[in-house]
């Protein structure tokens, strides 16, 4: 069983660009959340999607943007690229209304640098 | 401002003795608290959670202790293992929602064979 799947695993993008990073849940999920970790910090929440919709959003601006596809797969896009967007983008996935934590899987994550 | 601190940024233990990981809040409305453990080149994962109505939360080696007189929170492992090497998220959230969990900066640990 596969578990939650991110590409790609590494991109660097020149300031200015457009960049989209993609999400595959583990087999089950259907709520998939973004996360931004910049380098020496934790993980920062910046969104949840669940049903096609996004539910909940962190403190980020409109730049970031979301889709959830049918099969429960997301996206993360992130326009106007500025170097403060260099991190580590995490993806996780959990089921429903599942509480925190709890059954809340994460991937490796993608390595965005911002030149 | 940071509401989540982990203010040891590394921490080394023997192998078997106990590993003790420390983290402070400042927002009196965290009311959930996490810790998670990251290895290089994989996500986060959950490790063990407590709620503001308890001081004490067990999971077989691993411990969290709550005081929240001091906004502090610890994470005891015992005995500690090499495999336990990694970096240790504390998180703490309001109402266990995920748009207000806020992630500390982490400690990484290494426990000596």
């Known amino acids: 069983d596969a578990g939650v799947t991110q590409s790609p695993t590494h991109l660097i993008k020149t300031r200015g660009q457009q960049v989209t990073l993609r999400c595959s849940p583990k087999s089950g999920h259907d709520t998939v959340s973004w996360y931004q970790q910049a380098l020496g910090q934790g993980p920062q929440f910046i969104f949840q999607?669940?049903?096609?919709?996004?539910?909940q959003r962190g403190n980020f601006p409109d730049r970031f943007s979301g889709h959830q596809f049918p099969n429960y797969s997301s996206e993360l896009n992130v326009n106007a690229l500025l170097l403060g967007d260099s991190a580590l983008y995490l993806c996780?996935?959990?089921?429903?209304?599942?509480?925190?934590?709890?059954?809340?899987?994460f991937g490796p994550g993608t390595r965005l640098t911002v030149t | 401002d940071q509401q989540v601190k982990q203010n040891s940024p590394s921490l080394s233990v023997q192998e078997g003795r106990i590993s003790i990981l420390n983290c402070d809040y400042t927002?009196?409305?965290?009311?959930?608290f996490l810790w998670y453990k990251k290895y290089p080149a994989e996500g986060p994962t959950f490790l063990i959670s407590i709620s503001s109505i308890k001081d004490k939360n067990e999971d077989g080696r691993f411990t969290v202790f709550l005081n929240k007189s001091a906004k502090h929170l610890s994470l005891h492992i015992v005995p500690s293992q090499p495999g336990d090497s990694a970096v240790y998220f504390c998180a703490a959230s309001v109402e266990t929602s995920y748009d207000k969990v806020i992630f500390g900066p982490g400690t990484s640990l290494s426990v000596i064979p």
């Open positions: 999607y669940y049903e096609e919709e996004e539910r």
């Open positions: 927002n009196s409305m965290f009311d959930y």
């Open positions: 996780a996935s959990s089921s429903g209304q599942g509480a925190l934590g709890y059954e809340q899987y």
